[in-house]
T-cell receptor, first 114, second 112 residues
């Protein structure tokens, strides 16, 4: 079974630009979550999608948005980039097993904002 | 709101020793707790998931325990090896079984 695939792996943008990151979940997984990881704040939850609907949302400004397609692939978008948006963005696909939400993470997309 | 704390932030241990990593959480109404490993610049690898009905979960040299009443979990690594060097994160769900809150991790270095 292929794992969670995130593209691109690395990218550099400048302030004010926008960026779109993609995540392909494990086949059969319908839930996709996004996390931002920075040295100062650690891993912070952005949002979760299930069957094309946003099911949970973290405390991030409206510049951060996402969507999920019918094939469960997900994208997240950050508009009007700020220096503080530089981070590793991690996507996880999940399934329910014995009542637990079991997450499998991708390798991440490392965004640098200059 | 769930808060997860991991202490210490960094730990160095000689190869071959046994060690314990600690995780504490504030909301004990959880269905499960997970431990992950992260190598530098990489994503997270799931190590162990403990259900609330369990007290321990084992995988090879790793053993995780969960004490909901005290809001604590530990990850025990036996006979440590240099390949165990990584950051270890624990994560607990909010409101029982929803989005995960992660600790800031313990960066483990095994000294050959």
């Amino acid at each position: 079974k292929a794992g969670v695939t995130q593209t691109p792996r690395y990218l550099i943008k400048t302030r004010g630009q926008q960026v779109t990151l993609s995540c392909s979940p494990i086949s059969g997984h319908r839930s996709v979550s996004w996390y931002q990881q920075t040295p100062g704040q650690g891993l912070q939850f952005l949002f979760e999608y299930f069957s094309e609907t946003q099911r949970n949302k973290g405390n991030f400004p409206g510049r951060f948005s996402g969507r999920q397609f019918s094939n469960s692939r997900s994208e997240m978008n950050v508009s009007t980039l700020e220096l503080g948006d530089s981070a590793l963005y991690l996507c996880a696909s999940s399934f329910m097993s014995s009542g637990a939400n079991v997450l499998t993470f991708g390798a991440g997309s490392r965004l640098t904002v200059l | 709101k769930q808060e997860v704390t991991q202490i210490p932030a960094a730990l160095s241990v000689p190869e071959g020793e046994n060690l314990v990593l600690n995780c504490s959480f504030t909301d004990s109404a959880i269905y499960n707790l997970q431990w992950f490993r992260q190598d530098p610049g990489k994503g997270l690898t799931s190590l162990l998931l403990i259900q609330s009905s369990q007290r321990e979960q084992t995988s090879g040299r790793l053993n995780a325990s969960l004490d909901k009443s005290s809001g604590r979990s530990t990850l025990y690594i036996a006979a440590s090896q240099p390949g165990d060097s990584a950051t270890y994160l624990c994560a607990a769900p909010n409101f029982g079984n929803e989005k995960l809150t992660f600790g800031t991790g313990t960066r483990l270095t095994i000294i050959p």
